[in-house]
């Protein structure tokens, strides 16, 4: 099954509202990861957090990593326009087998202008 | 940043021929570069990890005869979609990791595979 879950799935929001979504691993990261992914396009690099309990900021964005290294999020305050798209959390987790590296179920954001 | 091409961008093939899509990093190079396969308005999966120089890692259920991964230069990974049957369309993306930094896997822009 899914090993990275993410929610919500989709997100519709007013152009100006906050948003967020929330990452949960089955099992404790090494690090975790964030991407955009904009309609029709490939996914691009946000940001990597690699302590338990880190928070980054960028701009309208935040990023924060559980303390448990399980659970992860990204807020974004004021929407725009230009923040729609599919965001995914990912991160390797470490196996028996050795590290796995999972991408998140992902949200999609639409903003309403 | 850094880029990561691949090539071709769409392609459509009929059932039954192979079809081989390349990735490549265009100013840096990347000991280690990941197939993922991506279905409409679904996540990333994960196909296979490819190690320049040595054979690729398949996931679980990725069968290795029928996606064939080529990592034969630090800058260039291959993947062979052989006897492609329909349930192959999908959009193939390959990325790359900087040997400098190894911390930041970069994206290439995608296949976009159609099988009549």
Redesign the interface.
């Known amino acids: 099954g899914q090993q990275v879950m993410q929610i919500p799935q989709y997100q519709h929001v007013q152009e100006g509202e906050d948003f967020t979504t929330y990452c949960n691993s089955s099992t404790t990261l090494s690090n975790i ?1 964030w ?1 955009k992914q904009r309609p029709g ?5 946000l940001i ?1 957090l690699v302590k338990s309990g880190e928070v980054k900021k960028q701009k309208r964005l935040t990023f924060q990593f559980g303390e448990a290294k399980k659970n992860s999020s990204l807020h974004i305050t004021a929407t725009q326009t230009t923040d729609v798209g599919t965001y ?1 959390c990912a991160g390797p987790q470490l196996l028996n087998t050795g590290n796995q ?6 949200t ?1 954001l639409t903003v309403i202008p | 940043g850094a880029v990561v091409s691949q090539h071709p961008s769409r392609v459509i093939c009929k059932s039954g021929t192979s079809v081989k899509i390349e990735c490549r990093s265009l100013d840096f190079q990347a000991t280690t570069m990941f197939w993922y396969r991506q279905f409409p308005k679904q996540s990333l999966m994960l196909m296979a990890t490819s190690n320049e120089g040595s054979k690729a890692t398949y996931e679980q259920g990725v069968e290795k005869d029928k996606f064939l991964i080529n990592h034969a230069s630090l800058t260039l990974s291959t993947l062979t979609v052989t006897s492609a049957h329909p349930e192959d369309s999908s959009f193939y993306i390959c990325s790359a990791y900087d040997r400098d930094t190894q911390e930041t896997q970069y994206f290439g822009p995608g296949t976009r595979l159609l099988v009549l």
């Open positions: 990861q991407y396009g490939h996914p691009g690099f990597q995914f590296f999972y991408f998140g179920t992902g999609s």
